[in-house]
């Protein structure tokens, strides 16, 4: 299982950023997918889930109205949307999966949010 995410940059409050994940490794369509993200002195936390097909998707609430994610099943890609971003966002943003009995993490993304 590989994960490898991306698209993390420097961006001004109110700005706009898109996350991707590139999957490898296993059966990418048959997963759930996550986004999770780390800011500094804090705990990792899941910002948003997709089911298997995208019909189902599920965001923390302090970015619902902001950010949507979604997926790619012909390419193995899960992507971050994230609008009207705040300094609070910022963070290092990962991709996970639960596949079997472990979690696997892609190395993370830096999401630097700061006028």
């Known amino acids: 299982v590989q994960l490898v995410d991306s698209g993390g940059a420097l961006v001004q409050p109110g700005g706009s950023l898109r996350l991707s994940c590139a999957a490898s490794?296993?059966?990418?369509?048959?997963?759930?997918m996550n986004w999770y993200r780390q800011a500094p002195g804090k705990e990792r936390e899941l910002v948003a889930v997709?089911?298997?097909?995208?019909?189902?998707?599920n965001l923390q609430d302090s970015v619902k109205d902001r950010f949507s994610i979604s997926r790619d099943n012909a390419k193995n890609k899960v992507y971050l949307q994230m609008n009207s971003l705040k300094p609070e966002d910022t963070a290092v943003y990962y991709c996970?999966?639960?596949?079997?009995?472990?979690?696997?993490w892609g190395q993370g993304t830096q999401v630097t949010v700061s006028s």
């Open positions: 996970n999966v639960k596949y079997g009995l472990n979690d696997y």
């Open positions: 490794g296993f059966m990418f369509s048959r997963y759930v």
């Open positions: 997709i089911s298997t097909a995208g019909g189902y998707t």
